[in-house]
């Protein structure tokens, strides 16, 4: 079998790269480990870009987006007994964020690949990638064998593309916290109306949803944490005191249906490209997810490889795929920073002594008091124009 490009993983990166390369007229195929159902189901991040929602718009995916998602123009900080709203429309007009769920994301872009004769291949658990270093690259899986020009490795932090480049070609710069999210989803209508970050002195906690009757919670809690230990009252009893902090706000509570636990992780592998191989989403990088960054960056990355691809395609010419990594890893590190400042001005750690924790609030009295402090957050939030990074 050949195509043109063969993409390992089928989530946000691999399906939006297939599409929008089909969009380009380049032929790919979809290898993915899981079953549609396990990957259409699979809850994970809400909050989309700007630049993510244009991009998805204007590759004609958008429609349920732009019917079901909920469009922001703010967020709320919430410590000290005081709410503190970050006014998008104020600090960068015209700038928002939608908040749509991303297995919905996978979803339209499933039955996007499948309407136009895509081929995407489910519970295919045993690929491996060969001859990356030639101009013939290939996948095998089972016993077929998939001929191309280009692999793309969309599989995630936990796939065999980056594991496959030999010892020695990348540099792994690294970082881990001493905490984890544990995500909830309820059926309860929203207690705000816009995303509450709140740091307390128990830890942190995110109000977020998914629509007018369901909404998303996160709470900060030990690292490793066994979801078994957080039986719903538990869950509820925690995220009122984290969140009942300010006069006359009260949370409204429902029945929990998904409940799960994130390890909190900051990862960079450069270059993001061997060869043939080309890396793109969290197979690359990976963020806390405090700034709501991570796939968010893997649409940016998705959007710069098919320019590449198409450019190599039209007239032969490898100038912006030699350029890849180095654009994308521009992003990519700003995503870094903002991810991790986030999670530093809104968690407590164990390890803080008073002078970190006043330095903390100073910080937060800082981006809440001061326009200039309070636009490098919005611009950092909604993200960054492309273009602007490269
Ligand atoms: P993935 O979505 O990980 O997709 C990779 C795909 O490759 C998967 O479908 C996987 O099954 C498949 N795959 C893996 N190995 C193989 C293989 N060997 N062969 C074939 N296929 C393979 N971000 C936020 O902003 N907010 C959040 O709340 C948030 N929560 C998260 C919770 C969890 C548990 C995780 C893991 C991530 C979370 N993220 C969050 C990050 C965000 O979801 C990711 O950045 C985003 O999914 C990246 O998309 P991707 O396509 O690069 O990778
Ligand atoms: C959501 C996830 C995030 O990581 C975040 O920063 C905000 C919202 C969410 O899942 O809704």
Same mark, same amino acid.
């Given at each position: ?5 063969g ?11 297939s ?11 979809? !290898? ?21 929602t244009?991009? !998805? ?14 469009? $922001?123009?703010?967020? *709320? ?11 998008? #429309? ?31 291949r489910?519970?295919v658990?045993?690929? =491996? ?19 191309? &020009? ?17 010892e020695?070609?990348?540099? #792994? ?7 984890? %999210? ?19 002195d ?8 998914? /629509? ?5 919670? +996160? ?5 490793? #944490?066994?979801v ?5 009252d538990?869950? %509820? ?6 969140? *009942? ?25 450069e270059?993001?490209? +061997? ?9 690359? $990088? ?23 691809? =198409?450019?190599? +395609?039209? &007239? ?33 750690? *164990?390890? &803080?002594?008073? +002078? ?5 609030? /100073? ?7 001061? &326009?200039?402090?309070? =636009?490098?957050?919005? *611009? ?5 124009p492309?273009?602007?990074?490269e």
């Amino acid at each position: 079998m050949r195509t043109q490009v063969g993409i390992v993983g089928a989530g946000p990166a691999g399906l939006l790269l297939s599409h929008l390369l089909h969009l380009r007229g380049i032929e790919s195929v979809v !290898l993915e480990r899981r079953g549609r159902e396990y990957v259409e189901n699979r809850v994970r991040a809400g909050v989309l870009e700007q630049g993510t929602t244009d991009t !998805l718009v204007e590759a004609a995916v958008g429609d349920r987006l732009l019917r079901e998602g909920l469009r $922001h123009q703010g967020i *709320e900080l919430r410590y000290g007994g005081a709410g503190h709203r970050i006014a998008f #429309e104020k600090l960068v007009p015209g700038r928002a964020i939608t908040v749509y769920g991303q297995q919905e994301v996978v979803k339209d872009l499933i039955a996007a690949r499948l309407a136009d004769g895509g081929d995407l291949r489910f519970e295919v658990d045993d690929v =491996a990638l060969h001859a990356l270093d030639t101009d013939r690259p290939y996948l095998t899986f089972g016993d077929e064998r998939l001929d191309c &020009d280009f692999v793309a490795g969309c599989d995630g932090f936990h796939g065999v593309s980056r594991p496959t480049i030999p010892e020695g070609v990348l540099t #792994e710069y690294e970082r881990e916290y001493p905490f984890a %999210w544990l995500g909830i989803l309820a059926r309860v209508k929203p207690s705000a109306e816009e995303l509450i970050y709140a740091r307390t002195d128990r830890g942190f906690a995110l109000h977020s949803m998914r /629509s007018p009757e369901i909404s998303r919670f +996160y709470l900060q809690v030990a690292a490793g #944490e066994d979801v078994a230990n957080w039986p719903d009252d538990r869950i %509820w009893a925690e995220l009122k005191a984290r969140l *009942e902090t300010v006069p006359g706000f009260e949370l409204a509570t429902g029945e929990i249906f998904d409940k799960a636990v994130t390890p909190m992780r900051s990862f960079v592998a450069e270059p993001m490209r +061997y060869g043939r191989l080309y890396l793109a989403g969290d197979s690359a $990088h990976i963020v806390p997810p405090t700034g709501a960054k991570g796939l968010n960056l893997a649409v940016a990355d998705v959007r710069l490889l098919t320019k590449a691809l =198409a450019r190599w +395609y039209g &007239d032969g010419s490898a100038d912006l795929l030699d350029d890849y990594s180095r654009a994308c890893l521009k992003r990519v590190w700003r995503a870094q920073h903002f991810s991790w400042w986030m999670t530093t001005l809104l968690h407590t750690f *164990e390890s &803080d002594d008073p +002078y970190g924790h006043r330095l903390q609030l /100073s910080y937060l009295d800082y981006v809440t008091s001061s &326009d200039a402090a309070a =636009a490098t957050l919005a *611009e950092n939030y909604v993200g960054l124009p492309y273009g602007s990074m490269e």
